[in-house]
C-alpha cells in the first residue's frame, strides 16, 4: 500500500486542506483522485508520497485519467497567493462537486462559417492595435461600434493557430445572444450555472479532453475549467459589478482573468462601452493599451434622440407622478409605429418601502432580523426583505398608531401595473431578479427580440449588451437613484448604468429616442452619461479619487466581522486593529464603522477597512487578521 498528501477542496474554517490517504498503486503528481471526506465524497489532487502515518487512513476511492496540467497549476498557487486564500478555497473552485466519475463529453457543432466576419476600416485599425502587443488591452468601444464582431476575428485567428479562447459575459442573461452569434464561426461549450449537474460535468470533461481548438463561453466561473492551452481571455462587458465574487473566497473575475492569462501566457482584452475606471488604469500603467472605438458600425440615416426631463418641475408629471408627460406621449407614438420600448427603474418589486400614512407617526415595516425596509411584492402579497430573503404579510394597519399603511418609492411591479392601465393593448414584459425563471429575458430573449413584448420593464439585467433591432424608445425613470450611495464608486456605477442603458438603442435599426427623468439634470454625471462621454468621465473621476487616496491610487481591504451583537462585532474589529498596528506602519486602518446593512439576518456587521499603496503590505497586514474574519481584497463597494 502506498501513501499518498492529497490536496481537497474543503471549507476555510479547516486548518489544511491536505489530507493523507493510501492506494494500492503509483500515482504520479497531480493526478485527479476520489476520496472520502467525512460523509462527503471529495475530488482532490495527489500532492506527493509520504510515510505510513501512525492512524488509519481511508483508502483513494477511485482515480481519473488525467492530472492537473502545469497550467491550472500555475494558476491556482496565483490565485491562493493574490488573494491570501487557504489551499482549500481555492480547490473547491477548481475541483466542483458535481463531476462525475465517468468521463463523459459532448459533441460539439461545427461552425457554419470558416471565415470571420467583414469589418469596417476602424474595426481593423482597432484589431491591428490589439495584436500589436501582448500586453493586457482595454477595449473602449461605444454601443454599437461592433465589439463582438471584432471578438469573433480575435478568436477566429486563435483557433486558426491551434490555440483554445475564453470568453468571458457578466451574466446568464447574455447567453442566447453572445452564443448564438460566436458559434456560426467558431466551436463553442457554454458553461454556465443554470446548467444541470450532469451537463457541467459534460462541459468540464469536454474542456479538458478536447484535441482541437474551440472557445468556452460563461461568466466567471468559466475561469476554474481545465483550459489548455489558451490564446486569448476576452473578458466582455468588462465594467459590471457581478464580475466580483461577494462570498466565499472574493475574488475580481477581472484580476483572476489576468492571472490566468499570465499562467497560459495569453493575451487579455477587456471590452466595454464603460471601462472600469481602477483596472483600466492598472493596465495602463503596467504598459497595457487603451484602444478606442468612437463611431458605430453601421451607418445609418436614423439618429437618435436624448431628452432630460427636470423631475422637479413637477408640471411636467400632470398624467402621472412617476412619468413624464413627455415620456407618456412618446410611449404612445412609439406604439403606433410598432416599434418596442424599454422602461428602466433600478428597483425591484412594488414598492421599496410600507410606512404610517399618519404624519405624526415615523412607523415603517421592517425586516425582524436584519432591521432593514421591506420592499412590497404585490404579485404574492407578501414583504420581502431583499437581504436575507425572510417574508410576511402585509401590514394594512400601523401597529403603533392604527392608522392606514402607505406606499412609497414605487420599483419596478408598480410601474407594471401603472402602465398596463395606460396602455390596455400593448404586451408588456417585466424583467428582474423577482422574475421566475421561465419568463426571464435569457428564456425568451428569440421571441421579445421578433416582437413579442411591446413594452419592456426591469432593471440592470435589460441593460447589459443587448441587442433589440425593434427597440426605439428607452425612458429612464429616476436616473439619480444610486447617485449618492455613501460609497466611492456610485458615481462610477451611476455612469455606467446610464450609459448602458441610453446604448440600447441608436444602434442604426431605427430612428429612436431616449427620455431620461432626474431630479439633478444639472449633476455632472447625469451630463456625462446622456453625452456618452466615457473619457470625459473618466478624467473627472481620477482626478477626484487621487484627491481622495481611492483606487487605483490605493489598494484597499474590507475586513468584516459579524456577531450576535453590535458590541461584541465591534470589539472583535478593535481587537483586529491592534494585531494590525503592531506588525504595520504602512497601512492606514479606518473604522470601525457598522456596515451599510449593519444587521443581516441574526447577526450585526462591523466593518474596517484597511489601505495602503502597497498590495504586499496589505496581504502581510491581512495575514495578522482573526481567522473568522470577513476578506474582502480589491472590493468594488464598501457598502
Known amino acids: 500500500m502506498i501513501y499518498y498528501e492529497v490536496h481537497i477542496g ?71 497567493a493574490y488573494y491570501f486564500a487557504t489551499s482549500g478555497q481555492v480547490h473547491s473552485l477548481f475541483f466542483p462537486s458535481y463531476l462525475t466519475v465517468k468521463e463523459k463529453t459532448i459533441v460539439i457543432n461545427s461552425p457554419e462559417h470558416s471565415d ?133 473566497l472574493r475574488y475580481s473575475g477581472i484580476y483572476a482573468a489576468a492571472g490566468l492569462a499570465k499562467a497560459h501566457n495569453a493575451k487579455l482584452l477587456l471590452g466595454s462601452a464603460t471601462p472600469p475606471v481602477t483596472e483600466t488604469a492598472h493596465i495602463l500603467s503596467k504598459g497595457g493599451a487603451l484602444v478606442c472605438l468612437h463611431e458605430k458600425a453601421i451607418v445609418s440615416e436614423f439618429d437618435h434622440t436624448i431628452s432630460v426631463v427636470d423631475a422637479k418641475k413637477r408640471e411636467l408629471f400632470s398624467k402621472h407622478p412617476l412619468l413624464s408627460n413627455k415620456l407618456i406621449d412618446t410611449v404612445t407614438q412609439t406604439l403606433y409605429s410598432k ?46 426583505c431583499h437581504t436575507c430573503g425572510r417574508k410576511q404579510q402585509v401590514v394594512r394597519i400601523c401597529p403603533v398608531c392604527e392608522s392606514e399603511t402607505r406606499l412609497q418609492s414605487l420599483g419596478s411591479k408598480a410601474i407594471v401595473e401603472d402602465i398596463q392601465k395606460l396602455f390596455p393593448n400593448a404586451k408588456i414584459g417585466r424583467y428582474d431578479s423577482d422574475t421566475d425563471s421561465a419568463d426571464s429575458f435569457h428564456e425568451n430573449y428569440d421571441d421579445i427580440k421578433n416582437g413579442s413584448v411591446d413594452i419592456l420593464i426591469g432593471t440592470q439585467q435589460l441593460v447589459k449588451g443587448l441587442d433589440l433591432p425593434l427597440l426605439s424608445m428607452v425612458g429612464v425613470l429616476q436616473a439619480d437613484l444610486s447617485l449618492h450611495f455613501p460609497d466611492f464608486s456610485s458615481d462610477e456605477r451611476t455612469f455606467q448604468l446610464l450609459t448602458q442603458v441610453i446604448g440600447r438603442v441608436g444602434r442604426g435599426h431605427a430612428k429612436s429616442t431616449i427620455i431620461v427623468q432626474t431630479f439633478q439634470p444639472d449633476n455632472p454625471i447625469i451630463q456625462f452619461s446622456t453625452h456618452e462621454d466615457w473619457h470625459a468621465f473618466n478624467e473627472a473621476e481620477l482626478i477626484k479619487r487621487e484627491k481622495h487616496l481611492l483606487p487605483p491610487y490605493i489598494f484597499y481591504a474590507k475586513l468584516l466581522f459579524r456577531a450576535k451583537s453590535l458590541d461584541k462585532a465591534d470589539k472583535l474589529a478593535v481587537a483586529c486593529i491592534k494585531s494590525i498596528n503592531n506588525e504595520s506602519d504602512s497601512v492606514v486602518v479606518e473604522g470601525p464603522v457598522p456596515s451599510f446593512y449593519v444587521k443581516r439576518g441574526d447577526n450585526f456587521y462591523v466593518q474596517l477597512h484597511l489601505k495602503s499603496t502597497s498590495r504586499s503590505s496589505l496581504l502581510r497586514a491581512i495575514e495578522k487578521v482573526p481567522k473568522m474574519t470577513i476578506i474582502d481584497l480589491d472590493p468594488v463597494s464598501l457598502l
Open 339 to 384: 416599434k418596442q420600448i424599454l422602461l428602466f427603474i433600478n428597483r425591484r418589486g412594488t414598492a421599496k418601502l410600507v410606512l404610517c400614512s399618519s404624519d405624526s407617526c415615523d412607523w415603517q415595516a421592517e425586516c425582524r432580523s436584519c432591521d432593514l425596509p421591506l420592499t412590497f411584492h404585490h404579485d404574492t402579497h407578501n414583504l420581502i
Open 10 to 80: 474543503v471549507e476555510k474554517h479547516w486548518d489544511s486542506s491536505s489530507f493523507t490517504y493510501m492506494h494500492d498503486s503509483e500515482l504520479s503528481q497531480g493526478t485527479l483522485v476520489r476520496v472520502s471526506f467525512g460523509r462527503q465524497k471529495k475530488i482532490g489532487s495527489i500532492v506527493k508520497k509520504v510515510k505510513k502515518p501512525t492512524y488509519a487512513c481511508k483508502p483513494i476511492e477511485s482515480t481519473y485519467s488525467f492530472a492537473l496540467n502545469q497550467e491550472t497549476a500555475a494558476f491556482m498557487s496565483w490565485l491562493q
Open 116 to 248: 470571420a466576419p467583414n469589418l469596417t476600416l476602424k474595426q481593423q485599425g482597432a484589431i491591428s492595435s490589439i495584436n500589436a502587443t501582448k500586453a493586457p488591452t482595454v477595449l473602449h468601444g461605444i454601443t454599437g461600434s461592433g465589439k463582438t464582431r471584432m471578438y469573433i476575428n480575435l478568436i477566429v485567428d486563435q483557433l486558426k493557430k491551434g490555440r483554445n479562447v475564453l470568453l468571458l459575459y457578466p451574466e446568464i442573461s447574455l447567453t442566447s445572444q453572445i452564443v448564438n452569434e460566436i458559434q456560426q464561426y467558431a466551436p463553442v461549450v457554454n458553461f454556465h450555472s443554470k446548467l444541470t449537474n450532469a451537463q457541467r460535468s459534460k462541459l468540464w470533461y469536454t474542456v479538458m479532453s478536447s484535441e482541437k481548438p474551440l472557445v468556452v463561453t460563461g461568466p466567471r466561473s468559466s475561469l476554474f475549467l481545465p483550459h489548455k492551452n489558451l490564446g486569448i481571455i476576452i473578458v466582455d462587458e468588462a465594467h459590471e459589478s457581478s464580475y466580483k465574487q461577494e462570498n466565499d
